[in-house]
Structures are given as structure tokens and as C-alpha cells.
């Protein structure tokens, strides 16, 4: 698996917008798209991953956008658990689960986002048999939306918590990834980051991506 860089435009950019991204940014096999849900369509391109997904099959739902949706848009990752989606929607470590499984079950691999304080309900509250397939991003809240990632040492024990749980875990970093620190993480075996902020201007992003080391 390549090093992913995995662009997290939340709720932002409009058409025009997106637009001017991709003007300047051509696919490489580390780069994953998750912009929002009206624009997936524009980034075919690219290695995709939606930013949410339905804890429910297709049926009566209304609003929601289920996982079969998403896999035939090409969709490939998909984040789920992120802190702001915990905080301002009020998401459950069961229904994160949930979701898991959804997404799961027609191909799409997971990206789960936790703090410290997530890792044993989330745990709890998945399929054990469902441990290998997820992706898991450490996504400390102080550092979200800044400049400064969490120390070195605290990434470390995050990992050192989730290995308690499944030792061969796969692990990414989200929190103020930057192009002024991303050469700091590469030490960490990490199997990617999530980037937010600096993945909106195309040449921030770039930037992140041309420091990665081919064999990432």
C-alpha cells in the first residue's frame, strides 16, 4: 500500500472552486480525494474516499447516502468516527460501527478516526472480525485545524493503546498536517495522513505530497 495523503476538504469549496483544484493537481498513487458528497463525481480520476456514509442499507432514509451509493461512484475509503462528526452530531461508537459494517460489506475500507478516549467503546462496540479491515487514524481534538501535530511520543502511545487491542492495526495521523511537518511524522511507519486545512489550496497539498519518499 502506498503512503496515502489523504485530502479531507470537510464542507468546504464550491464548484468554481474545485474547479481551480483540479486545474493544478494531477493524480499520484499516494494522493486520496474525500471532498464533500455533491462533487465525488468531478474527482473519477483519483483514488476517492467520501467523508461519511449511512450506518443503514439503501431503503427508507431519507437524507441519508448509503455505501452501495458511494461504491459505485468508485468510492474506495471512507472516513468515519471523525472528532467533528462525534462532537457536533452526537455519533455513537455504535453507530460508527455500524457504518463500518456498511461499508464493509461492499468493499470500501474504512478510515477510523479516534481520539484516546474512543479506542475502547469504539472497540467494544466493533466485530472483531472487522479489526483488520479498518484503517486507523489518531485524531488528537487539540490538534485539529492548526499548525502543530501532536508530539512524536503521543502518536506513539496512541499506537501502543490500539496494538493492546489488535496488534497489526494500520495506523494514520490527522491533526495540523502541514508541508512545514509532514518530513516530521514519516518516521512513525505510518500508513498515511488525513489532511484538511492544507488540502484546500492545491499547492499546500503538493507540496505534502512531493516530500513523501517514493517506497512510502
Known amino acids: 500500500m502506498s503512503f496515502l ?18 486545474e493544478t493537481v494531477k493524480p499520484t498513487a499516494n494522493m486520496v480525494i474525500a471532498p464533500s458528497f455533491p462533487h465525488l463525481h468531478l474527482f473519477s480520476n483519483f483514488a476517492l474516499a467520501a467523508q461519511d456514509v449511512s450506518p443503514f442499507p439503501q431503503g427508507s432514509y431519507t437524507g441519508a447516502v448509503n455505501a452501495s451509493q458511494l461504491q ?8 468515519v468516527g471523525h472528532a467533528e462528526r462525534r ?9 460508527i460501527a455500524g457504518k463500518i459494517r456498511e461499508l464493509l460489506a461492499v468493499g470500501i475500507t474504512p478510515i477510523l478516526c479516534l481520539e484516546e ?24 481534538t487539540g490538534e485539529i485545524g492548526g499548525t502543530v501535530t501532536a508530539s512524536l511520543d503521543v502518536i506513539e502511545k496512541f499506537k501502543a493503546k490500539i496494538h493492546r487491542f489488535y496488534p497489526e ?3 494514520m495521523y490527522g491533526g495540523s498536517v502541514t508541508p512545514d511537518n509532514i518530513t516530521s511524522l514519516l518516521p ?3 500508513h498515511g495522513v488525513l489532511v484538511a486545512s492544507a488540502s484546500l489550496d492545491p499547492a ?13
Open 5 to 22: 495523503v489523504v485530502a479531507n476538504f470537510k464542507s468546504n469549496k464550491s464548484l468554481a472552486e474545485v474547479t481551480t483544484w483540479l
Open 169 to 171: 492495526a494500520r495506523f
Open 117 to 140: 478516549s474512543d479506542i475502547t467503546p469504539q472497540f467494544a462496540a466493533l466485530d472483531e472480525e472487522y479489526y483488520l479491515k479498518c484503517l486507523y487514524c489518531f485524531e488528537p
Open 188 to 190: 512513525l511507519n505510518l
Open 87 to 95: 462532537h457536533y452530531f452526537h455519533e455513537t461508537a455504535g453507530e
Open 204 to 216: 499546500h497539498y503538493l507540496s505534502i505530497i512531493n516530500q513523501i519518499p517514493h517506497e512510502k
Open 72 to 79: 459505485e461512484l468508485g468510492v474506495t475509503y471512507c472516513i
